[in-house]
């Protein structure tokens, strides 16, 4: 196979995983993509990273649409949210062009499996309490606080952004799944977007084939993942996005090890 036709499949897959990731989980696509691209394609980390924060932007509007449309957002709590993780992930940015290749670590294959685990053998098939409800000023500040956090990973590691906020929809705030991870996407559209400009600001532009690719095969998939977890039965949707998060762990596994 040829060198340009190894990269084209490369991108492929890279974009596909995250493109599913996005649509039925709400990962943010360089939960996949970065670390891809820098074991298969030897791409720099910090170039790797820009190119999953710009495949994310498309692939998460297209997909928050689509949960919008079956009113599987919560705009109003997600906003306070929303403004947390945007503040940190440009810091987050900032101190990732001072860390090594090796960025990753065991932090997002960890975060996955245990998410994946936690959906599949324990589905959330409502909500732990009304969205909206349940504490004022503390459920602002645990939201502001949360997509500090957020916003702090998915600057810094490029990955692990989207894992954290749904951790923090569903364990902290009570979110039902469906929910979760349509207000999930819809703020990683706006988080990704800050980042990769950042990115792209703070570092020199990457390379035109395997961003466009990916970005691509992103939202593609993306798309046709988010249409069917809109509609799908909550039992089902924990089952599949356990399933996805599991794999995606699995992946970031040997990835890390090779």
Not at 90 to 101: I, Q
Not at 171 to 183: D, N, P, Q, R, S
Request: proline share 3%; net charge positive; aromatic share 8%.
């Amino acid at each position: 196979m040829s060198e340009l036709w190894f990269e084209i499949l490369i991108c492929f897959l890279a974009g596909a995983g995250a493109g599913l990731g996005t649509g039925f989980a709400g990962l943010s696509a360089a939960t996949v993509i970065t670390p891809m691209l820098v074991t298969l394609l030897g791409l720099p980390a910090y170039e790797a990273i820009g190119i999953a924060l710009a495949s994310d932007v498309l692939a998460s509007a297209a997909s928050a649409r689509t949960y919008a449309k079956n009113g599987s957002i919560d705009l109003r709590n997600g906003l306070v949210m929303m403004a947390g993780v945007l503040c940190m992930t440009v810091v987050g940015s900032w101190l990732s062009t001072y860390l090594p290749d090796n960025t990753l670590g065991v932090f997002s294959v960890v975060m996955a499996l245990v998410l994946g685990l936690r959906f599949l053998f324990f589905p959330i098939l409502a909500p732990a309490h009304p969205a909206g409800t349940g504490g004022g000023k503390r459920r602002v500040w645990m939201s502001a606080a949360g997509g500090a956090a957020v916003g702090l990973v998915c600057g810094v590691f490029g990955a692990g952004g989207g894992m954290m906020m749904l951790m923090v929809l569903t364990f902290v705030l009570g979110y039902e799944l469906k929910t979760a991870v349509g207000t999930s996407v819809f703020i990683m559209t706006f988080s990704a977007l800050l980042g990769a400009v950042s990115h792209f600001a703070l570092g020199s532009a990457p390379r035109l084939l395997p961003l466009v690719l990916c970005v691509v095969f992103t939202l593609f998939w993306a798309q046709l993942a988010a249409r069917i977890a809109a509609k799908a039965d909550p039992l089902l949707l924990n089952r599949l996005t356990g399933a996805i998060l599991t794999a995606v762990g699995l992946l970031l596994l040997v990835l890390n090890l090779l």
